[in-house]
């Protein structure tokens, strides 16, 4: 069936992009207001989008209201701000920070999460999180409704338990137990569900068909 996303409303482009575009990484962004105040939210609008310079992107939507959330005000006020990625065991504290407070109440104090320090940028990193980078602003895109917030990641905090070799970099990602969105209101699924395909080279390729 054809859609044509030029002819519809805002609202069915999202249902269908969000039940098609899966699963989606999660980033729960944690930032600071100027007065310190911590806001956590979660957003799968994201991935990473290079190495040199290593940045991820994600899309922040506005309130209701047309306001600007905390996350999008804090990055622009402050210029900094961490992202920490799901695993299964914090899904619930997660879908906590998703709830609409009002603006500077402390989504992780309400979630009763632990924060550590990080080291390049002043917002505070995730503990429950197994993999946390630090980020600074790249650009700020407007798209419609959205921003497209890019960030340049300058530094990784990775669970010991998940790190092979570290002179390597190689990471155990399953051992990570991360999730990913899914379609609707509220599902999820899990990274360890995965299945192995062979990189095939061009040559081989045409081997085979000879």
Same mark, same amino acid.
């Given at each position: ?12 482009? +999202? ?9 989606? /990484? ?16 979660? +957003? ?5 989008? !290079? ?32 992202? @920490? ?19 500077? $109440? ?21 503990? $429950?999180? /197994?993999?946390?980078? $630090? ?8 798209? !419609? ?23 390597? @970099?190689?990471?155990?990602? /399953?051992?990570? !137990? ?33």
């Amino acid at each position: 069936m054809l859609f044509d996303l030029d002819a519809l409303p805002a609202s069915s482009r +999202y249902k269908l992009l969000v039940s098609t575009v899966v699963p989606r /990484p999660i980033a729960w962004v944690v930032t600071q207001d100027a007065a310190g105040v911590l806001n956590a939210a979660p +957003y799968s609008f994201f991935n990473v989008f !290079g190495s040199d310079p290593p940045v991820v992107a994600l899309g922040v939507g506005n309130r209701p209201t047309g306001a600007a959330k905390d996350t999008l005000a804090n990055i622009a006020a402050t210029g900094e701000f961490t992202v @920490c990625l799901v695993p299964e065991t914090a899904l619930d504290a997660m879908n906590v920070t998703a709830a609409d407070f009002p603006p500077g $109440e402390d989504e992780v104090a309400q979630a009763g999460l632990t924060t550590l320090p990080s080291t390049k940028v002043r917002p505070p990193r995730l503990a $429950e999180s /197994p993999v946390a980078m $630090e980020c600074t602003l790249f650009q700020t895109l407007p798209i !419609g409704a959205h921003s497209m917030v890019i960030g340049q990641v300058r530094a990784m905090h990775i669970a010991d338990a998940a790190v092979m070799d570290p002179v390597k @970099c190689y990471i155990d990602s /399953p051992a990570l !137990g991360l999730v990913g969105r899914l379609h609707g209101a509220g599902w999820y699924t899990r990274t360890s569900d995965r299945m192995e395909v062979k990189r095939v080279s061009a040559a081989d390729w045409m081997a085979r068909k000879d």
